[in-house]
């Protein structure tokens, strides 16, 4: 049996591929430094949901219009690199993973400064 389940392994490669695509083919100027996260496919493979981190907090939604107006085009070149019976359908989305890490860690050190100043 395999360690993880198929939609696990179709999001993980779906990933690299969307990042080569998005990096090296996608030519839109609204597009700055983005990092693709994730991407969680549905069980029956239909949807694909790419989760972005974009460097610059003020260009995130510009950056997810152009990704979703890029859809299409990003879906045609995945049709071209990866061999599936259907290919799922490109939805994109803010991963907000980060900024929840750093605010968990923020609130960590605070906790630890407090008790510092305590003892």
């Known amino acids: 049996m395999l360690p993880y389940k198929r939609s696990e392994r179709v999001?993980?490669?779906?990933r690299e591929e969307i990042a080569d695509i998005i990096m090296r083919r996608v030519k839109d100027p609204r597009i700055g430094f983005v990092t693709v996260t994730s991407?969680?496919?549905?069980?029956?493979?239909?949807i694909a949901r790419v989760y972005i981190s974009v460097l610059k907090k003020e260009e995130r939604q510009q950056t997810l219009a152009a990704l979703t107006s890029a859809r299409g085009f990003i879906r045609s070149e995945l049709g071209k690199?990866?061999?599936m019976k259907i290919l799922p359908r490109l939805e994109f989305f803010e991963d907000e993973s980060i900024e929840y890490g750093a605010r968990i860690d923020a609130l960590l050190k605070r906790i630890k400064d407090e008790e510092d100043e305590d003892s």
């Open 81 to 83: 690199r990866v061999r």
């Open 39 to 46: 991407v969680r496919v549905t069980d029956d493979l239909r």
């Open 11 to 14: 999001g993980d490669l779906l």
